[in-house]
């Protein structure tokens, strides 16, 4: 099956394999698009607060990070009855159902993806990661990649290339992106064990 005309309708495709696929996650993980995912934080001391700004995700194997169904964009810490800190969702976050906790993020693009767009997906990878350091990030690329793409995509762990819907085209970029999720969450019990700045116990 060629690909479609726009990446939205191929990245939909790809997702409904993705979900019908008998090895995907189980228990406490939610496979899910547009997915806001947290890329940076600032303290801001006058009121007290953290507030956190979100990346929307085309695909994303995550935990929930963030109930929204108390239906507030804040949450306030206390201990002993006084408050601690109010930590708030940024705006372009503050409408979405699920505030995400990645183990796989996917950004997808058609091949002919503009230059700034690639240079601001990969930055905004690598200030994800600086949260989230086990999260496996791919660059999916819908059709045939320039070289400019590789260029420009550090931030990512990997890039994955469709060149067609074919029933096997789907089951090898569902078998990367599952691998994924098995490298990153394997590495959570790692990174949990350590404990920074000694070393582990």
Do not use: W
């Amino acid at each position: 099956m060629e690909l479609f005309k726009f990446e939205k309708e191929n990245r939909d495709y790809l997702f409904n394999k993705l979900m019908n696929n008998t090895k995907t996650m189980e228990n406490n993980y939610f496979i899910g698009k547009e997915i806001p995912v947290p890329y940076k934080h600032i303290y801001m001391p006058v009121r007290n607060s953290l507030e956190i700004s979100c990346y929307k995700q085309d695909i994303c194997i995550y935990q929930k990070l963030y109930d929204k169904n108390i239906g507030s964009n804040k949450i306030t810490i206390n201990t002993g009855g006084e408050n601690i800190i109010d930590v708030v969702i940024g705006k372009n976050a503050s409408q979405e159902k699920d505030i995400g906790m990645p183990f796989v993020i996917v950004e997808a693009k058609m091949e002919k993806v503009k230059t700034e767009d690639l240079i601001v997906a990969s930055e905004k990878t690598k200030m994800i990661k600086s949260i989230f350091p086990y999260c496996r990030a791919f660059l999916l690329i819908f059709g045939n990649p320039h070289a400019r793409i590789f260029r420009h995509c550090l931030g990512f762990d990997d890039i994955l290339i469709m060149q067609d819907l074919s029933d096997n085209s789907c089951e090898n970029i569902i078998k990367r992106i599952i691998d994924g999720f098995n490298i990153g969450y394997g590495y959570v019990p790692l990174i949990a064990s350590y404990n920074y700045p000694y070393e582990p116990e």
